[in-house]
């Protein structure tokens, strides 16, 4: 019996092309192991957006060789699309995917298995993603195997070039999935009892660019869905944040009220060197419009610290920021360089030093917040869906996430099995770490 395995490196995006390439191969007669089992294919979705990514990347190529040194190993993605025979040669994977080719993995598995001749090199398919007239690479999915909700992939590509960045060059242009394939594909997943849709892309805020569907309208038409019972969004830009789209999102009750606002910095000079299109004043006009929208949502963000030339000033406008703003959760990282990108050779490069320091006060401001933020849902009735058992403080309990995306524990006795339902809870404290919302129904 022929046996597969895959893992994936990077975004919710690469997570569900890694999906979407295992029904492939399962469609061909593989079983699926785990990626520590020998197996005759080994798949691995590279990731680039840091040069640990890279090195990550590389590292799982190697462990799958030594596992199984007569396997065929695949790498895919963002990491190798822009490789050359050379570079290729030297990885040490036998076929090289690039993005906009993994729907042909089956087909370059095949062309190795056929002549097992390596004297040429791994098998190279890619395209150049940075060719405008790409087209979106129609990938599908029926089951999530890793998650009880699901995530669907709809855009794909930036053209925002911010400086610290290298994904426009892995991804290519913005491009998006045809609405109705969309709605297809949610139909068949609320069919298999995902009750959660987590919408994603690249850059899902330029979802529909140069065609005559939005965001707002692939939302309004996933609303329709029998069977779908949440819709989450992914991480959108903050000049999405309209009146018009926060009124239409509003009034659909599946929408999930947690917004993921990419802000990268609180200070404008900071942005204006990151090459991010916005200021501060309409990144909190966007905060302003959801929560005159939606009773208290969750917005939540990620951070880099230490970017090239940032003062101790402007890191302290950053940090005031972030208290002003109230967030329910930040994801703070120190700037990395990445080879190819402006930043990289920016000057006032910050010691790591500096960077280590930034990065621990930033994360121990955002905590704050988080518990807060906890807090100021005990006694309130929630909406939880819950995915699976973990043990707390020594106790069983079924964990989830509320609408807003609130960690939720409840405990449970041996005749309950809760995964996969959603259940009307009341908050009734927090755990001793302020992890968890503790629930009773």
């Not at 192991?33 to 590389?58: L, W």
């Not at 890619?126 to 009880?148: F, L």
């Not at 419009?289 to 963000?301: C, E, G, S, V």
């Not at 005031?320 to 006032?348: C, D, N």
Request: charged letters at 25%; proline letters at 2%.
């Amino acid at each position: 019996m022929k046996k597969a395995a895959l893992h994936n490196l990077g975004c919710k995006v690469n997570a569900y092309e890694t999906e979407a390439m295992e029904e492939l191969l399962k469609k061909d007669g593989y079983t699926i192991v785990s990626f520590d089992d020998i197996a005759d294919v080994y798949v691995i979705n590279t990731c680039s957006v840091t040069n640990i990514a890279d090195r990550k990347s590389r590292q799982m190529i190697h462990k799958c060789r030594k596992l199984n040194p007569d396997a065929c190993v695949v790498a895919a993605g963002c990491y190798v699309q822009n490789f050359g025979k050379d570079e290729a040669d030297e990885l040490g994977a036998d076929i090289i995917l690039g993005n906009n080719k993994k729907n042909e993995l089956v087909t370059k598995v095949r062309e190795y298995f056929a002549s097992l001749d390596k004297t040429d090199g791994p098998i190279l398919d890619y395209i150049d993603i940075n060719d405008g007239n790409v087209a979106y690479e129609n990938m599908h999915i029926e089951k999530d195997s890793e998650h009880t909700r699901a995530f669907v992939k709809v855009q794909d590509g930036c053209n925002q070039f911010c400086s610290y960045c290298i994904i426009p060059f892995a991804r290519g242009r913005i491009r998006s999935r045809d609405i109705n394939d969309v709605v297809s594909e949610v139909t068949g997943l609320a069919k298999n009892g995902y009750k959660e849709m987590v919408i994603t892309g690249i850059h899902l805020s330029s979802y529909g660019s140069g065609t005559d569907y939005t965001l707002a309208d692939l939302l309004e038409a996933v609303q329709k869905i029998d069977g779908v019972e949440r819709i989450r969004l992914g991480s959108l830009e903050p000049q999405i944040i309209t009146e018009d789209f926060a009124k239409r999102v509003s009034v659909l009750d599946k929408m999930c009220p947690h917004f993921h606002l990419s802000l990268q910095s609180g200070c404008d000079t900071v942005l204006k060197r990151m090459n991010r299109k916005y200021t501060i004043e309409e990144y909190t006009r966007g905060v302003e419009i959801l929560r005159k929208y939606f009773d208290n949502p969750a917005i939540t963000t990620d951070i880099i610290v230490g970017f090239p030339g940032e003062t101790e000033e402007e890191y302290k406008i950053t940090e005031g920021y972030v208290r002003e703003i109230a967030f329910y959760e930040l994801h703070v990282f120190a700037y990395s360089k990445r080879a190819g990108t402006k930043a990289a050779t920016m000057p006032g490069q910050i010691t790591n030093a500096v960077k280590k320091v930034r990065s621990a006060s930033l994360i121990a401001t955002g905590n704050e917040s988080t518990i807060a933020y906890r807090k100021d849902h005990i006694g309130k009735s929630l909406d939880v869906l819950f995915e699976e058992k973990a043990q707390i403080d020594g106790n069983d309990y079924f964990i989830g996430f509320s609408k807003e995306y609130i960690k939720c524990a409840i405990q449970f006795n041996d005749n309950q099995d809760l995964t996969n339902c959603i259940c009307e809870v009341k908050a009734t404290g927090l755990t001793a770490d302020g992890q968890y919302l503790i629930v009773e129904i």
